[in-house]
Antibody, heavy 120, light 106 residues
Framework: QLQLQESGPGLVKPSETLSLTCTVS??????????WGWIRQPPGKGLEWIGS???????YYNPSLKSRVTISVDTSKNQFSLKLSSVTAADTAVYYC????????????WGQGTLVTVSS | EIVMTQSPATLSVSPGERATLSCRAS??????LAWYQQKPGQAPRLLIY???TRATGIPARFSGSGSGTEFTLTISSLQSEDFAVYYC????????FGPGTKVDIK
């Protein structure tokens, strides 16, 4: 059974960089069939797709966040990571890592999510 | 950006009754539409993709329909575990989600 687990600091100061890692178990991140993505959800609000990466390193990002987002992959560790720079309180959210299907940009497996709060 | 809207915001339904949720796109997304269920404190769960294809393990009481800009998720007979928030998501262009419909107990 595929499992995804987010890890990283739960508290980040304004103007700093948010960094999260997703560890994939029960399957290979190097599968040619899937992209791997990050999605966030501010408390009590809806969902926003941040970006996605293929095992080869090919990425695409939400245009509204593109200038601040970097997603990378480490196939040797079966992990992919998110960096979001210059954070503000508006970036406070539950961050989910996810597997994006080969049939389109939607998610069939989700991590449990991790709350990141931006506060001094 | 394609804007997704959902109605109603809240739907109060009695167990065993039928629930009909609507999702509208600001421009055509063809059949590139997914539905998710989210319970408090949990990640969303994929229910439907391709507007009408049930995901693996999803009960037959969940069905999706529509194409273009108008979509519907129907839960034929609500079970206690179905009370949750439901989101639609288009993936015809950059993926965007609707604001959700909360299905609660009447």
């Amino acid at each position: 059974q595929l499992q995804l687990q987010e890890s990283g600091p739960g508290l980040v100061k304004p103007s700093e960089t948010l960094s999260l890692t997703c560890t994939v178990s029960g399957g290979s991140i190097s599968s040619s069939s899937y992209y791997w993505g990050w999605i966030r959800q501010p408390p009590g609000k809806g969902l926003e797709w941040i970006g996605s990466i293929y095992y080869s390193g090919s990425t695409y990002y939400n245009p509204s966040l593109k200038s601040r987002v970097t997603i990378s992959v480490d196939t040797s560790k079966n992990q992919f990571s998110l960096k979001l720079s210059s954070v503000t309180a508006a970036d406070t959210a539950v961050y989910y890592c996810a597997r994006q299907t080969s049939q389109g940009t939607f998610v069939d497996y989700w991590g449990q999510g991790t709350l990141v709060t931006v506060s001094s | 950006e394609i804007v997704m809207t959902q109605s109603p915001a809240t739907l109060s339904v009695s167990p065993g009754e039928r629930a009909t949720l609507s999702c509208r796109a600001s421009q055509s997304v063809s059949s590139n539409l997914a539905w998710y269920q989210q319970k408090p404190g949990q990640a969303p769960r994929l229910l439907i993709y391709g507007a009408s294809t049930r995901a693996t393990g999803i009960p037959a009481r969940f069905s999706g329909s529509g194409s273009g800009t108008e979509f519907t998720l129907t839960i034929s007979s609500l079970q206690s575990e179905d009370f949750a928030v439901y989101y639609c998501q288009q993936y015809n262009n950059w993926p965007t989600f609707g604001p959700g419909t909360k299905v609660d107990i009447k």
